[in-house]
C-alpha cells in the first residue's frame, strides 16, 4: 500500500511476547541506512505485536520514496516495504484543484458527498455496524478491547455484539467470552469475580488474567485445558491437558502438569504423569504452622523445584523417573508412600525422611538452617580456651554452644602445640 508524504505510518510485525525488538531501516533505491531517532519497537500490551513509526525518521521525504524495513528480536528478522509519496499525492493535489461548477458531477457531489453525508455514512456510524475484516472501522473496534475479552461475573451482560467484551461493557458468562474471542482471534480473558467451569468448553490456548490474584477466582470442574494458562488468578479444581501458572494463588489442583512460575500453593498438588518434565518455580507454600505443610502427590511425575521456599510434603512417588528439589529455605518431608526412583534435595532445608523402601533420598547437597545458626553463632561469639578445651560461645559471649578437647600430636590433652580436637 502506497501513503502520502505526511502520512505517519505504523509498521507492525509479530515475535514472542517481552521480546526486544528493533528496526533498521533502508533506502531501496539507494541502499543506504536510513537514520532514525530510535530502533525501538514496542509491543501492543502483550499481544507480541511489535509496533516501530515512520514518524522517527530524522529526515522525513519530501518526494516518492521506497523504504525497506527489517525487525529484529535477536533470533530472527521480519521485514517488509514501505512507500511514501507518488501518485496519491498526485491525486490529492489535483483533487485539492477540482471546481465542479455548473455540471452533473458537482451536483451529484453537492447531493450525496457533503460533509455531512460523509460524517453521517462513515464517521457517525457506530462501530457495531462495521463488519468488514480489514476495514478502519473493524480494526477501531479491536483497539477498543485492547486485544483481550472482559469478562465480569457479578457485573457483566449477555451478549456478543460490540461494545460486549469490552473494558467498558464486559461479558458474565464464558461462552459469550470465547465467542467473541474466536470472532476478533483474541488469546486473553480478562475475568473479574469467580468464575467456574463446567461445560467441557475447550479454553486451550486461551490466557486467562486478571487485576487482582486473591479476588479473582476460576474453578475448573469440566473443561480442556491444553496450552491454556492462568496468570495472577485463583485456580482451583481438575485440569485436564498441560497448563502453565504465572503469579497465581493455587488452591488445590488435581491432575497437574506443565509448569508453575511465581506462584503460591494454599493447598495440595496431584501431578499426572506427563513425557515432559513439571517445573515448580520460586513457588511458595502458605502455612499457618511451622510443622504444616503442603501436600504433594508425585505419583509418576517428572518433578522439578526450583529456588522453592516453605514446607512441602512429598507422597506416593511410585515412578522411577528422579525427582529435583531446591529449596531456597522450609522444609521437606518425605512420606513412606515414596516407595521408587530417587529424590535429589538441594539447597536450604530441614528434611524429615521417611520414605519406604524402594526410594533412594540424596540430601548430601543440603544445608541445614540449625547448621547455618550454628556457623554464625561460632563465627560471632567468644572462643574461650580452659585447660586442654576450647569453648565456643553465642554473641551475647555467655551462652555457650559447644566444648572441643585440645591433643597434640601424641594424643595427650595439651593446650599448646595443638594437633586436633574432638568435641565433647
Known sequence: MRHTIQEKINIIAKFSTLDRVSLVLYNIATGSLVATTSS??????????FRWNSDQIIEQPVDFIEYLWIMNNETYNQYGKIVLG????????????MNFVNDDIKATLDGELTTENISDAVWDEQLSAHNVSGSAGTSQKVNNYEFRVC??????????????GSKESPVNNLADALTIAELYNFKIINIC????????????????????????????????????LFDNVTISGQMDGSVRYTYCVIDDVTNLKGGVKNSLLLNNLDLVTADKAIYLTDVDSLISSVDEYVEIEVNTAKLNMIRCH??????????????FIGLSGGKIKIASSCTAGS????????IEDNSGAGCT???DKVLNPNDLAFIKNIDNGKWEVVDNQMIFYKPDNATEIARFNLFDADGN???DNIYKREKV
Open 343 to 350: 529424590i535429589f534435595i538441594s539447597g536450604i532445608a530441614e
Open 310 to 323: 516453605g514446607n512441602f510434603e512429598l507422597k506416593n512417588k511410585t515412578g522411577t523417573d528422579m525427582t
Open 193 to 228: 469475580g469467580e468464575l467456574t467451569i463446567e461445560d467441557e468448553e475447550d479454553i486451550g490456548g486461551y490466557t486467562f488474567t486478571s487485576a487482582r490474584s486473591l479476588t479473582n477466582k476460576i474453578i475448573i470442574v469440566n473443561a480442556e485445558t491444553e496450552g491454556t
Open 86 to 97: 507518488g501518485y496519491p499525492d498526485e491525486v490529492k493535489e489535483q483533487t485539492d484543484q
Open 361 to 363: 533420598v540424596y540430601t
Open 40 to 49: 525501538e519497537c514496542r509491543e501492543i500490551t502483550n499481544t507480541g505485536i
Open 413 to 415: 590433652p595439651a593446650i
Open 151 to 164: 469478562l465480569d461475573v457479578d457485573n457483566g451482560a449477555t451478549g456478543t455484539a460490540y461494545p460486549m
